[in-house]
């Protein structure tokens, strides 16, 4: 998956925002079982990124106890 963001903000603020979209996104995707690499370039050419290498099983959020659908 390819996302391209592009916006109307200046260089400092694209690299204050892509911080907030680095871990929103990272967040989103790590209550999956994939694994991924989230990685975002600023127009001024900042790096942000975060990984996770390796596929983990994914805790159901209900207990053995609850069996409402």
């Known amino acids: ?4 963001l592009v916006s109307s903000l200046t260089n400092e603020d694209e690299d204050r925002f892509a911080a907030l979209v680095l871990n929103a ?3 989103l ?6 694994a991924y690499t ?3 370039v600023t127009a001024a050419g900042k790096i942000l990124q975060q990984s996770r290498p390796e596929p983990v099983a994914v805790r159901s959020s209900r207990s053995a ?3 409402r659908r």
């Not at 998956?1 to 391209?4: A, F, H």
């Not at 995707?29 to 994939?34: E, H, P, Q």
């Open 65 to 67: 106890m609850d069996t």
């Open 1 to 4: 998956m390819d996302i391209r």
């Open 38 to 40: 989230v990685r975002i």
């Open 29 to 34: 995707i790590a209550r999956t079982s994939a």
């Open 25 to 27: 996104v990272s967040e």
